[in-house]
T-cell receptor, first 111, second 112 residues
């Protein structure tokens, strides 16, 4: 049972354009959502998060949007840079401490 | 922030041998601790999580077990490794439910 889903395994974007990464979840008990960036053979690094009481959180080039009714969140990167190329994971937390990750989306930003 | 120490970085073990991976955390007390596995080309699968000493929640029935003998120590074990246990194992720590988790650098386990 995949409770957090990233249906696009890969995304290719031109440098300077917007990257939009999507994530869906099924469990309404999740109340905190996070995005991580990961390079091969390394641990993921935290990017940005959002609480379920908000619908948007912005940090520099990164913005996360949450649509609770649709159980959907997205990460926008504007403008995209070649150094953003990596695998991006969304994750969801519940009050019991469980932290579930999606399958990841590999972003490639081309110069 | 927290610092997560994981070792070893790489490990090659024969089928049927035991396993013990250790994770220790600096910079916090009473953290939530997690073990994840990333199989080749796949996502991060939650294996175990712990909200306190001696409290372990298992997410996937499998050949592995976890223990938390001390507040900031989390151990992943197996009595007999299977080929399917190969993967990239990651330990993570967070201050609580609605905070970000910090990850260690991972252990690449190859079972041969």
């Amino acid at each position: 049972d995949q409770q957090v889903k990233q249906n696009s395994p890969s995304l290719s974007v031109q440098e300077g354009r917007i990257s939009i990464l999507n994530c869906d979840y099924t469990n309404s008990m999740f109340d905190y959502f996070l995005w991580y960036k990961k390079y091969p053979a390394e641990g993921p690094t935290f990017l940005i998060s959002i609480s379920s009481i908000k619908d948007k959180n912005e940090d520099g080039r990164f913005t996360v949007f949450l649509n609770k009714s649709a159980k959907h969140l997205s990460l926008h990167i504007v403008p995209s840079q070649p150094g953003d190329s990596a695998v991006y994971f969304c994750a969801a937390h519940n009050q019991g401490g469980k932290l579930i990750f999606g399958q990841g989306t590999e972003l490639s930003v081309k110069p | 922030s927290q610092t997560i120490h994981q070792w070893p970085a790489t490990l090659v073990q024969p089928v049927g041998s035991p396993l013990s991976l250790e994770c220790t955390v600096e910079g916090t007390s009473n953290p939530n601790l997690y073990w994840y596995r990333q199989a080749a080309g796949r996502g991060l699968q939650l294996l175990f999580y712990s909200v306190g000493i001696g409290q372990i929640s298992s997410e996937v029935p499998q050949n592995l077990s976890a223990s938390r003998p001390q507040d900031r120590q989390f151990i992943l074990s197996s009595k007999k490794l299977l080929l399917s246990d190969s993967g990239f194992y990651l330990c993570a720590s967070s201050w609580g439910a609605n905070t970000e988790a910090f990850f260690g650098q991972g252990t690449r386990l190859t079972v041969v």
